[in-house]
């Protein structure tokens, strides 16, 4: 799940068959938000939000997702 709030954007590992968010996996401050976009980039013709999502869901698991996170 990616979640945008005040707070800033995170991405939770779902549990419960994709019912409730369980623990976070990455997260991005206000300030630190540059670096989420350096990974999502976004798409030009639509939501942003969507393209990250998009990306998020073609990855075949948790951990492939946290060594895209890790890689600079």
Same mark, same amino acid.
Request: glycine share 6%; aromatic share 14%.
């Given at each position: 799940m990616l979640s945008v709030?005040?707070?800033?954007?995170?991405?939770?590992?779902?549990?419960? =068959?994709? =019912?409730l968010p369980g623990h976070k996996i990455a997260e991005? =401050?206000?300030?630190?938000?540059?670096?989420f976009v350096e990974k999502f980039g976004g798409d030009p013709d639509g939501s942003p939000f969507r393209h990250a999502v998009g990306l998020l869901m073609?990855?075949?698991?948790? =951990?492939?997702?946290?060594?895209?996170?890790m890689t600079p």
């Open positions: 709030t005040q707070q800033g954007i995170a991405i939770f590992k779902m549990r419960f =068959l994709g =019912l991005w =401050l206000p300030n630190d938000l540059d670096r073609s990855f075949p698991s948790i =951990l492939e997702i946290k060594r895209y996170l």
